[in-house]
């Protein structure tokens, strides 16, 4: 029995057809996830200095930031910071240009936190709430700890949380956040990284004197 040509060609392309939908799954379920697995494996730890904006869009009503090792939007890479560690929930009221913040713990006894206007820190296990304008010229501190021992934070990672105006691209004034690197205690040991991408946190020295609420 002779097979058309027409029904070879058809053959031909379903094969092709299948072939492409094949490539385009792996290349959006297989190769994509390991190559970013493989890129989180090769960042850089967590520098002091460094500075995350956060700008919510005109139609943007709530921004949820989370803080952990690997898979949160900033990611620590951190022995003992937990994934999520600590989550900060930007949400903006209605018409103004106001903002209620939430300091979420999500790790527990593992989250140090001065609010503005506050004068200590305080092991924060529940969410604390407050105004985005009592940050203008007073900022915030989270410390998100990899190591407690005795009430005493012996790794941690310390945020600022500040804001300021701007102006954005229509002309419209506009409230940014910023969340700043402060401090990582006692330092990164940058020979310490395992097969997941995890640094350790660096060796006390026995002159340095931490208290919890400083």
């Known amino acids: 029995m002779v097979i058309p040509v027409y029904i070879d060609i058809l053959l031909y392309l379903f094969l092709l057809i299948l072939m492409i939908f094949l490539g385009i799954g792996f290349y959006l379920y297989i190769f994509i996830p390991s190559y970013k697995i493989y890129m989180d494996l090769q960042s850089p730890p967590p520098e002091e200095g460094s500075i995350k904006e956060i700008l919510l869009e005109q139609n943007e009503r709530k921004k949820i930031i989370t803080i952990g090792a690997l898979t949160s939007d900033i990611a620590l890479r951190l022995k003992g910071i937990e994934d999520p560690h600590v989550e900060i929930i930007i949400q903006k009221e209605k018409g103004l240009e ?22 200590n820190m305080i092991l924060l296990n529940e969410p604390d709430t407050f105004e985005s304008r009592e940050l203008i010229g007073h900022p915030a501190y989270l410390r998100v700890v990899g190591l407690m021992q005795n009430n005493r934070p012996i790794h ?3 945020f600022e949380l500040s804001v300021k105006f701007i102006i954005d691209n229509i002309g419209e004034e506009r409230m940014k956040f910023f969340l700043k690197i402060n401090r990582i205690y006692p330092g990164i040991d940058l020979k310490s990284r395992d097969k997941k991408g995890i640094y350790s946190f660096g060796r006390i020295k026995t002159e340095d004197k931490e208290e919890i609420f400083g």
């Open 98 to 119: 106001e903002y209620e913040i939430t300091i979420q713990p999500i790790a527990k006894n593992k989250v140090l936190w001065k609010a503005p206007h506050v004068k």
């Open 156 to 158: 941690y990672v310390e």
